[in-house]
């Protein structure tokens, strides 16, 4: 079964510091790969998703990821992080088996300090 | 823009109790899927459905049941709560397309099982 793993449990940053949220996933075919933000009090809803093509994907709000195949990778970037950026960042794959569900990660719970 | 919507933000239950939860989108789509996020955990899939009618049990299925009678509307039951069930519940929807798996979620019910 495929599993997506999120190393980075609680991040705190200040306000322009870089991020990097770490993603890794176990399965070894083509795949969906997706970021979602979940704000505080608000629903779960999509930064980035890739599908094929570019691996390095750009998303809203300044947000970027890139897919290393050989790592089994999809990490999250953003060069300058901003107070409203606080959230629960979750990484969640699709092996594309015709399984149409996603597998979730455990999430990052980002800080950011003004 | 898509619009997924439970019918409760909060609810309280206690033991032994059957709960529905109902789900409904309204953008056609022929996917939607129940989950529940618990605290470093992340988001664990319990029931999805292609179709009217039609459910496939996902990776935490066991205290639950699901209903699809209308396209638009997914209904989660918990036959008999318990405590264990006491979670934030994620209902999602997405397009039957291969080649977007993106799920569009609703704003969640926090159920509380005394």
């Known amino acids: 079964a495929q599993s997506v793993s999120q190393h980075n449990h609680h991040v705190i940053l200040s306000e322009a510091a870089s991020l990097e949220l770490g993603c890794n996933y176990s399965?070894?075919?083509?795949?969906?790969l997706f970021w979602y933000v979940q704000y505080p009090g608000q629903h779960l809803q999509l930064l980035l998703k890739y599908f094929s093509g570019d691996p390095l994907v750009k998303g809203i709000k300044g947000f970027e990821a890139e897919f290393i195949k050989s790592k089994f990778s999809f990490n999250l970037r953003k060069p300058s992080v901003q107070w409203s950026d606080t959230a629960e960042y979750f990484c969640a794959v699709n092996a594309n088996t015709g399984r149409r569900a996603l597998t979730f990660g455990s999430g990052t719970r980002l800080q950011v300090q003004p | 823009d898509v619009k997924v919507t439970q019918s409760s933000r909060y609810l309280v239950k206690r033991t032994g109790e059957k709960v529905f939860l109902e789900c409904v989108q309204d953008m056609d789509h022929e996917n939607m899927f129940w989950y529940r996020q618990d605290p470093g955990l992340g988001l664990r899939l319990i029931y999805f459905s292609y179709d009217v009618k039609m459910k496939e049990k996902g990776d935490i299925p066991e205290g639950y049941s699901v209903s699809r009678e209308k396209k638009e509307r997914f209904s989660l039951i918990l036959e008999s709560a318990s405590t264990n069930q006491t979670s934030m519940y994620l209902c999602?929807?997405?397009?039957?397309?291969?080649?977007?798996?993106?799920?569009?979620f609703g704003p969640g019910t926090r159920l509380t099982v005394t």
């Open positions: 999602a929807s997405s397009l039957s397309s291969e080649y977007s798996y993106e799920q569009y």
């Open positions: 399965y070894g075919g083509t795949v969906n």
